[in-house]
């Protein structure tokens, strides 16, 4: 089935670093979004970027999407404390249901 | 603005006893509501979703059910929880669009089968 891979599973940065996570899928998609989860809470959506864009920025995150390498990336810079969670890339299944299929996620801690 | 109410928080059910979970939109109509499971440290995987009341669509063969009596009412349901059936539980709603947008989640239910 059709499914982002978040790529690393986990990744442990300190305070004022980058932090870059990689997402792969496996079919054409019509968008893709990234969201947070905080331990123990509910994911949060974070951005979306379409099929037709390459590039996307909200605050301190910035999003690339390759469709032809059927792959996208969530940086984010100067990175907090309280960016530690885990981060999920999600995509549409086929034929516009609605419903959207989740990566396994990246779990990220960034030490102060 | 729309809100999403699921409970409970965390339930703690011994094997073969019924379950019922529920989640609520507020602030919207006709959403499209969601039922993901996710194991310990692991994505989510897609139970059920819903574009109207009363229809459902099943992802996965399991022991759960969900029904939609309500527009902004979706409950998850088993007969006889399993081991197995121990997760977090997320509840999500989108708008009714076109298209695959952003999800709004509940704050999920950290059920333990024991």
């Known amino acids: 089935s059709q499914q982002g891979e978040e790529d690393p599973q986990a990744l442990s940065i300190q305070e004022g670093e980058n932090a870059t996570m990689n997402c792969s899928y496996k079919t054409s998609i019509n968008n893709l979004q990234w969201y947070r989860q905080n331990s123990g809470r509910g994911l949060v959506h974070l951005i979306l970027?379409?099929?037709?864009?390459r590039e996307k920025h909200s605050g301190r995150l910035r999003v690339t999407l390759d469709t032809s390498k059927k792959s996208s990336s969530l940086l984010i810079t100067a990175s907090r404390a309280a960016d530690t969670a885990s981060y999920f890339c999600?995509?549409?299944?086929?034929?516009?249901?609605?419903?959207?299929?989740f990566g396994q996620g990246t779990t990220l801690q960034v030490k102060p | 603005s729309q809100t999403i109410h699921q409970w409970p928080a965390t339930l703690v059910q011994p094997v073969g006893s019924p379950l019922s979970l529920e989640c609520t939109v507020e602030g919207t109509s006709n959403p499209n509501l969601y039922w993901y499971r996710q194991a310990a440290g692991r994505g989510l995987q897609l139970l059920f979703y819903s574009v109207g009341i009363g229809q459902i669509s099943s992802e996965v063969p399991q022991n759960l059910s969900a029904s939609r009596p309500q527009d902004r009412q979706f409950i998850l349901s088993s007969k006889k929880l399993l081991l197995s059936d121990s997760g977090f539980y997320l509840c999500a709603w989108s708008r009714p669009t076109a298209g695959n947008e952003k999800l709004f989640f509940g704050s999920g239910t950290q059920l333990s089968v024991l």
């Open positions: 999600a995509t549409d299944a086929p034929g516009n249901t609605g419903k959207l299929i």
């Open positions: 970027i379409r099929s037709n864009e």
